[in-house]
């Protein structure tokens, strides 16, 4: 059984700081690809950020430069650091993990973490 555990989420204002994590456990997991989504009310979920296991690391448009994602490959662990004065309230939404794992490609989802960005 495959669990994503994300936290870091909240409330901050606009042109603050926050940083995501998401813990993956299971027996024999073996990551490829970890990624964060989100999605704002009313809009369909995005592709904010990902990262492979030899760390390629690709983003969406609206956040390169002003977020950066990072694994470590020892804890099954990603993060998401959303960089000082870089936060503006287009960023609210739920942020969801996604992995996808070797060998078959199986992708799981965590259940989400809000944040919110005030102006």
């Known amino acids: 059984q495959v669990q994503l555990v994300e936290s870091g989420g909240g409330l901050v204002q606009a042109g603050g700081s926050l940083r995501l994590s998401c813990a993956a456990s299971?027996?024999?997991?073996?990551?490829?690809?970890m990624g964060w989504y989100r999605q704002a009310p009313g809009k369909q979920r995005e592709l904010v950020a990902r990262?492979?296991?030899?760390?390629?690391?690709?983003?969406a448009d609206s956040v390169k430069g002003r977020f950066t994602i990072s694994r470590d490959n020892t804890k099954n662990t990603m993060y998401l650091r959303m960089n000082m004065n870089s936060l503006k309230p287009e960023d609210t939404a739920v942020y969801y993990c996604?992995?996808?794992?070797?060998?078959?490609?199986?992708?799981?989802w965590g259940q989400g973490t809000q944040v919110t960005v005030s102006s």
């Open positions: 996604n992995i996808v794992t070797h060998p078959w490609g199986r992708d799981y």
């Open positions: 990262i492979t296991d030899g760390g390629t690391t690709n983003y």
């Open positions: 299971g027996s024999m997991l073996s990551i490829n690809v």
